[in-house]
């Protein structure tokens, strides 16, 4: 299957068209005290892990549940390790590692289409039909991904995904798609390692050709996706990708039968296991894709019977893989989808799109973990009064920061327009201390 989608790059540059062709504080001091600390942190170790929960997820049911009101639901709270802070009773070991965690409960974004939505939560921009904004995923591979010159595979990997940009910042920063087992889509079964030479001079020959007779941008990039997908090829961290291969060169083994067992048996767990593989190997930013929360009808029954149990394994897993490995606190956890849903049950028992209040969930990183941050009212229609509300660019900037990357960032449009990091969202205070 092509590789195709309507935001990001063709993976075939990636990779089969090198294969094929071979074979054939006050406000304004607490934000300067952000900017100034920073770029202090270290970023070389740092990374991120993007849980996206594709068609809205029912944050009502999960972080934020309101017991006695009328749009409550049929699922109960349950405490968590973290004091006062309660979760769905359908996440039981997930409330046990919860002082690794925390929830935003007050977001409040404008965008109740899922495409546009997807859009504005992983850019911080609402799209415009005059520029391609990157998701912050492509921002963390420009940023510190290109740095890491011991990396040889790419610095933004999604697993079963695949629908995000680089925008502006370049092909070479797009996402690496490969599906949850590890297979890189459009890739060769079986290369011939004695031939591969030879046909890499063969193509090499032909790459010159091409780049010598185009102008512009296209011959660079083309020749930095050419070059990554050669090195792709031929790397020992290639082993990443596989949860069955062991690659003692660059320390990782293979993951026993108890380990996976503990994430999962399913496309999400085994995705969350391969993106601890590949943050472990030093890839910068992750996203495992876990679709189907576009619940208009049936949601507590869904919920309990297939979310829950799902996330909860995954989530309570890595958490505690990470730590156990020394590395949670150089690695961000995020769990978003482009919303939330309805606090009002609609009459198929399901929730529809809600852009008004809803949550996401954020971990690791070396934050100021095991809190709630914001509060929506005793019915879950509006932000509570006295508790500020969030955008997309404040959890980015959070993630930002942690990942040492500094928040007062701008790069440049292919236009020249100067485009703020996180569209100039600010670090949440209470998690960064």
């Not at 595979?153 to 079963?160: L, M, R, W």
Request: charged letters at 20%.
């Amino acid at each position: 299957m092509a590789i195709w989608n309507n935001y990001g790059m063709n993976r075939r540059h990636f990779l089969q068209h090198m294969a094929t062709a071979a074979a054939t504080v006050p406000a304004m001091s607490f934000l300067s005290h952000v900017q100034a600390n920073a770029a202090t942190l270290k970023s070389n170790q740092k990374s991120c892990i993007l849980m996206w929960m594709g068609g809205g997820p029912p944050t009502i049911d999960i972080w934020d549940l309101k017991p006695g009101s009328k749009n409550g639901g049929e699922l109960q709270p349950i405490d968590t390790a973290a004091s006062g802070v309660q979760i769905s009773e359908g996440l039981p070991e997930t409330a046990k590692v919860f002082n690794d965690l925390s929830i935003v409960r007050s977001m409040s974004t404008r965008e109740a289409d899922h495409n546009r939505g997807r859009y504005y939560m992983q850019t911080s921009y609402v799209p415009n039909p005059t520029v391609v904004h990157p998701t912050f995923g492509s921002v963390v591979s420009y940023e510190i991904g290109r740095k890491r010159t011991a990396l040889q595979i790419p610095a933004f990997v999604s697993i079963d995904g695949g629908a995000g940009q680089a925008g502006f910042l370049g092909m070479a920063h797009a996402p690496f798609a490969v599906d949850n087992t590890g297979r890189i889509r459009n890739a060769p079964t079986d290369e011939n390692k004695l031939r591969l030479p030879a046909r890499l001079t063969m193509l090499n020959e032909i790459e010159n050709s091409f780049i010598s007779s185009k102008r512009g941008e296209l011959p660079e990039a083309h020749r930095d996706v050419y070059e990554n997908a050669k090195n792709l090829m031929t790397s020992s961290q290639m082993a990443a990708f596989s949860v069955d291969r062991a690659e003692p060169t660059i320390g990782l083994e293979s993951e026993p039968d108890q380990l996976r067992d503990a994430y999962g048996r399913n496309p999400f767990g085994q995705g969350l296991l391969m993106a601890r593989r590949l943050v472990q190997t030093g890839v910068p930013f992750v996203e495992v894709n876990m679709g189907g929360w576009d619940l208009h009808q049936d949601v507590f029954n869904t919920l309990r019977t297939g979310r829950l149990p799902v996330l909860d394994k995954g989530i309570s897993a890595l958490v505690t893989d990470l730590k156990q490995r020394g590395m949670l606190d150089d690695t961000v956890i995020v769990w978003m989808g482009e919303f939330g849903r309805t606090p009002r049950i609609n009459q198929n028992v399901g929730r529809d799109h809600w852009a008004a209040c809803w949550s996401v969930m954020m971990g690791g990183g070396g934050l100021k973990n095991g809190q709630a941050i914001g509060a929506t009212d005793k019915d879950g229609l509006q932000i509570a009064d006295g508790s500020k509300s969030y955008l997309p660019g404040d959890i980015w900037a959070t993630v930002a920061y942690a990942m040492g990357i500094p928040v007062n960032t701008v790069h440049t449009s292919k236009r020249g327009r100067p485009m703020k990091l996180a569209n100039g969202g600010t670090p949440i205070q209470e998690l960064i201390g």
